[in-house]
């Protein structure tokens, strides 16, 4: 069966400092990946999603950015923290290949300071 | 602008009590999809509706696709404490896009 394992589940950083989020999905090939940010109690804001190694579309001008160096791997960066970076962070999968239905990790609760 | 609008935003009802959240765009979705989520987690998927006009039913959730696959509805029966969470529904434009979500609250 596929899993999705994001990490870590908490951080705080202060403004300024470096960021790297990671997102692994096992028992599948090729999936198409996605980095969502969210809002508290809101919806799912599209930040980046891949649909193989190296290809990257950004949804948002920001300064974050995503790499995917390995076909299940999918990393979320930023050189340097804004305060408003602060939120929730969600990385998913899906088939692609006409799949549409979305699974998503545990999510990343980021408090920049 | 939002592609798929979600109503309403915030509902507060009694444990017993019918309800239904809408999620409607102006666009035309090849499929629709629920998602339940409880704080702290990342959303799981309920059901996909991909015919118009389609109804699916979990348990005391029934979910419809509207005819012309714009909208769709999620009606909760007899609602429990435990469905309270956040109700986003999605759909696919080349990538996964999600309405803004409805957060449900249901008292005891």
């Known amino acids: 069966s596929q899993t999705i394992h994001q990490w870590p589940a908490t951080l705080v950083q202060p403004v300024g400092s470096p960021l790297s989020l990671e997102c692994t999905v096992e028992g599948t090939s090729n999936p198409n990946l996605y980095w969502y940010r969210q809002a508290a109690g809101r919806g799912l804001q599209l930040l980046f999603y891949?649909?193989?190694?190296?290809?990257i579309s950004s949804e948002v001008p920001q300064n974050l950015s995503a790499s995917r160096p390995q076909d299940r791997q999918f990393i979320l960066s930023s050189k340097k923290l804004l305060l408003s970076d602060s939120g929730f962070y969600l990385c998913?999968?899906?088939?692609?290949?006409?799949?549409?239905?979305?699974?998503f990790g545990q999510g990343t609760r980021l408090t920049v300071v | 602008t939002q592609l798929l609008e979600q109503s309403p935003q915030f509902l507060s009802i009694q444990e017993g009590e019918n309800l239904t959240v809408y999620c409607n765009s102006s666009?035309?979705?090849?499929?629709l999809q629920w998602y339940r989520q409880e704080p702290g987690e990342g959303p799981v998927l309920l059901v996909t509706?991909?015919?118009?006009?389609e109804v699916k039913k979990l348990k005391r959730l029934t979910f419809q696709f509207g005819d012309a696959r714009k909208d769709s509805s999620l009606h909760i029966t007899a609602a429990q404490p435990g469905d309270t969470g956040l109700y986003l529904c999605a759909g696919p434009k080349g990538k996964l896009i999600f309405g803004q979500g409805t957060t449900l609250q249901v008292k005891p």
């Open positions: 666009s035309v979705f090849s499929s």
């Open positions: 891949s649909v193989g190694i190296g290809q």
């Open positions: 998913a999968w899906n088939p692609g290949r006409g799949g549409t239905e979305a699974f």
């Open positions: 509706v991909v015919t118009g006009g």
